[in-house]
């Protein structure tokens, strides 16, 4: 089977990518699609699995360097997958250190809303709260 040889456009709809995160990637140097004569981007198989991989990184939440630290740990057939468990495990803390901040978020807000009598009245304990302004007693 040949390699493949496609354009952005091609290789946008094979990885599900936009183009524009493709030609992101590339400025990043995150891939590095070969160049035609004509200076178009030219992408082997190689690079669609690349973009495969960074889009499903990505689509789990990884950052850029997450990114790029487990594509070189992909690369490298000595890698210990301790070294990817790592990356994974402190991601999965920065998530769950988000949901926790969100679940606060949603009560405090949860709160408010019930303290609203959302009636014709001006008095607002959502627009209080929003200013600093203790409700009076």
């Given at each position: 089977m040949s390699d493949l040889a496609l354009s952005i456009g091609e290789a946008a709809r094979a990885a599900?990518?936009?183009a524009k995160t493709i030609r992101y990637y590339e400025e990043i140097g995150l891939i590095t699609p070969r160049r035609d004569a004509n200076g178009y981007r030219v992408f082997r198989t190689a690079d669609l699995h690349r973009l495969t991989f960074l889009g499903r990184a990505r689509s789990l939440g990884f950052t850029i360097e997450d990114c790029r630290s487990l594509l070189t740990?992909?690369?490298?057939q000595s890698r210990a997958s301790a070294e990817v468990k790592?990356?994974?495990r402190a991601h999965l803390e920065r998530i769950d250190a988000k949901m926790a901040e969100l679940s606060a978020m949603r009560?405090?807000?949860?709160?408010l809303v019930q303290s609203c009598a959302g009636d014709?009245?001006?008095d607002c304990p959502i627009l209080?709260?929003?200013a600093g302004v203790q409700p009076e007693a």
């Open positions: 599900h990518l936009p740990l992909y690369a490298d790592a990356i994974a009560a405090t807000l949860d709160t014709d009245r001006p209080q709260d929003l």
